[in-house]
T-cell receptor, first 111, second 115 residues
Framework: TQLLEQSPQFLSIQEGENLTVYCNSSSVFSSLQWYRQEPGEGPVLLVTVVTGGEVKKLKRLTFQFGDARKDSSLHITAAQPGDTGLYLCAGTNFGNEKLTFGTGTRLTIIP | KAGVTQTPRYLIKTRGQQVTLSCSPISGHRSVSWYQQTPGQGLQFLFEYFSETQRNKGNFPGRFSGRQFSNSRSEMNVSTLELGDSALYLC??????????????FGSGTRLTVV
């Protein structure tokens, strides 16, 4: 079973600060996706990365896929209260494209 | 365009009963996946359907089953409900099977409580 460990599990910071969330595994993934989930709703796709070393930016969010395709990070610059939510990474396997979700990081931005 | 629609939103059932949940994917999406989300286990994959065929299955007992219709709508069924089946059940759709770059669009889920 491939596991995706996210750290930290919980993060509470002040508005305007920067933060990084990590997603790590001992397994290689064919692609990795990041989702954000708000209470009472389903996860919403933020980005998909497929190439080792790939970096994608979405406004204040920067996503990186590790060179070895085993890990990823999400960096948020100047966090805002609207960034509050549960951040989930999810990987797909070569030849078996079901999503394996990470353990999640619950982020709270304090105004 | 309309998103992924799951019905019902909330459900309360008694142990031993069975339940059927419904998912209507985004128009044109032919792949439907189901996930169970609990505080302790997080999001776990149940199964994925494409063109009315189950293409992938997670590690859940046979009490959990599903099907997909010709219009891509999907249902999942849980028989002989147990307290541990209480969870948020999420459905996700994608345009194709096996192309992760398309990503998945999730519904708002069905919150099942077993008492």
């Amino acid at each position: 079973t491939q596991l995706l460990e996210q750290s930290p599990q919980f993060l509470s910071i002040q508005e305007g600060e920067n933060l990084t969330v990590y997603c790590n595994s001992s397994s290689v993934f064919s692609s990795l996706q990041w989702y954000r989930q708000e209470p009472g709703e389903g996860p919403v796709l933020l980005v998909t990365v497929v190439t080792g070393g790939e970096v994608k930016k979405l406004k204040r969010l920067t996503f990186q896929f590790g060179d070895a395709r085993k890990d990823s990070s999400l960096h948020i610059t100047a966090a805002q209260p609207g960034d509050t939510g549960l951040y989930l990474c999810a990987g797909t396997n070569f030849g078996n494209e079901k999503l394996t979700f990470g353990t999640g990081t619950r982020l709270t931005i304090i105004p | 365009k309309a998103g992924v629609t799951q019905t019902p939103r909330y459900l309360i059932k008694t142990r031993g009963q069975q339940v059927t949940l419904s998912c209507s994917p985004i128009s044109g999406h032919r792949s439907v996946s189901w996930y169970q989300q609990t505080p302790g286990q997080g999001l776990q994959f149940l199964f994925e359907y494409f063109s009315e065929t189950q293409r992938n299955k997670g590690n859940f007992p046979g009490r959990f089953s599903g099907r997909q219709f010709s219009n891509s709508r999907s249902e999942m069924n849980v028989s002989t409900l147990e307290l541990g089946d209480s969870a948020l059940y999420l459905c996700a759709s994608s345009p194709r099977f096996g192309v992760p770059t398309y990503g998945y669009t999730f519904g708002s889920g069905t919150r099942l409580t077993v008492v």
